[in-house]
């Protein structure tokens, strides 16, 4: 992309049509330039191993864990049986992991324009995390979302400005944005086979609950009625937490115990 | 847990979101308030993926092997340990919903005994607030203790 072309006008046999944001193709594009197939992998296992270390140290800190039983939760983070799958397939989500990692540090300390940026990263890597914008609206983090749209317009004018407009219309019109469909639609918002969203090894529940409603588990849920589920929860949750119950019961005290036999 | 409901796809390694959820009931375990549902859950979970692991996993192909050698007349076997991973998800999102609601229901607790402490202390302002009754008149000494 960075040469001019466009990774997702790319036809290659016996490959799916690449789905990621133009800027997490962009992000592998120095790798697949500089590199053979072979080194840019073991490169990417690396960087994926890194940021592995990073998060269980970043967690087990955070924890408060220290000394053995740091060692112990560490060791039992670095077994779990998902990441190596996601070593094994060169995939990203690890990467996704440290993201929203920083980001939960960041809500913890109070500090909302780290925590919304680390959120525009993850969006604009992953594209779906943007969801997340809601629950920082239901943990009444309202400022932090407006980071997160900052950091998604700049990162995107990057993006634009590095790649080009003519791969960004591509792939408007890939997920099917320029349709009106992807975000609040009720089409595709992915070029993939339909079976892989009702593959029986896609785990997403929203899949599976829409898949039970309507049968129609080949076409995702848009992230527009992800978004506004995770929102109308909002009414309930703000009471839920910090409003006090009805009933609450007083210690009695000299004033009140008047009533005698 | 949010990122698995609101992705279109959702494959096994996208559990690798679940780790600070894992450190986080540790922590919870260590400090003692663990509802006891979470720490099965999560120990389920956790145990589903180590012991009957997914590719990738350095166990992975004694797995493969296992269900390789299964007797042709035993098929439903190996459906069912295709199912492992759902049934991890499962359990984490009952893991992750107990641990959550106790948060919420001890967090609760701890504002309703904050509460009728205040309440209950004639010094602070809300106790004095709220133990005044101005249509009761009430004798300056403990009322309980002339009455015996």
């Known amino acids: ?4 072309g466009n990774s997702y006008s790319v036809d290659l046999p016996g490959t799916l049509s690449p789905s990621d944001t133009p800027t997490w193709m962009l992000c592998f594009e120095p790798l697949a330039a500089a590199f053979t197939l072979h080194t840019a992998s073991w490169i990417w296992f690396w960087i994926n191993f890194a940021a592995l270390a990073l998060i269980l140290w970043l967690l087990v800190g955070e924890a408060g864990f220290r000394g053995r039983a740091a060692i112990v939760v560490g060791a039992v983070g670095l077994m779990y049986s998902p990441l190596a799958s996601n070593l094994w397939f060169g ?11 920083l980001m939960l540090m960041a809500l913890r300390r109070h500090r909302d324009d780290l925590a919304g940026l680390a ?9 779906y995390p943007i969801g997340l914008v809601a629950n920082l609206f239901m943990v009444h983090r309202s400022k932090a979302p407006a980071w997160t749209a900052g950091g998604v317009i700049l990162g995107g004018l990057l993006t634009i400005w590095l790649d080009g407009w003519r791969v960004i219309t591509t792939y408007i019109e890939l997920i099917g944005l320029s349709r009106g469909a992807g975000v609040i639609g009720l089409n595709s918002t992915m070029r993939v086979a339909p079976g892989l969203m009702k593959h029986p090894a896609n785990l997403d529940l929203a899949a599976l609950v829409k898949w039970l409603y309507d049968r129609t588990a080949g076409h995702s849920v848009p992230v527009a009625v992800s978004i506004a589920a995770v929102l109308a929860e909002i009414r309930r949750w703000p009471r839920a937490f910090t409003r006090l119950p009805e009933s609450i019961p007083t210690i009695p005290t000299g004033a009140d115990s008047d009533s005698g036999p | 847990m949010t990122l698995s409901l609101i992705s279109p796809l959702s494959w096994y390694f996208y559990f690798c979101c679940f780790l600070p959820l894992i450190v986080g009931i540790a922590a919870g375990w260590r400090r003692g308030d663990l509802p006891p549902i979470t720490l099965y859950a999560i120990t389920a979970a956790y145990l589903i993926g180590t012991l009957l692991p997914s590719y990738g996993h350095p166990l992975s192909p004694l797995m493969s092997a296992a269900i390789a050698n299964l007797p042709a007349q035993h098929p439903h076997i190996d459906h069912a340990l295709t199912e492992r991973e759902f049934l991890q998800l499962m359990l984490t999102w009952i893991a992750a919903y107990s641990f959550a609601t106790a948060a919420r229901k001890r967090r609760r607790h701890t504002i309703d005994r904050q509460s009728s402490t205040l309440r209950g202390d004639p010094r602070s302002a809300i106790g004095w607030l709220t133990s005044w009754r101005p249509w009761r008149i009430s004798p300056p000494w403990p009322c309980g203790s002339t009455r015996h």
């Open chain 1, 1 to 4: 992309m960075l040469r001019g």
């Open chain 1, 119 to 127: 959120l525009a990263a993850a969006a604009l890597l992953r594209a």
């Open chain 1, 91 to 101: 995939q990203s989500e690890i990467f996704l992991c440290l993201l929203l990692v």
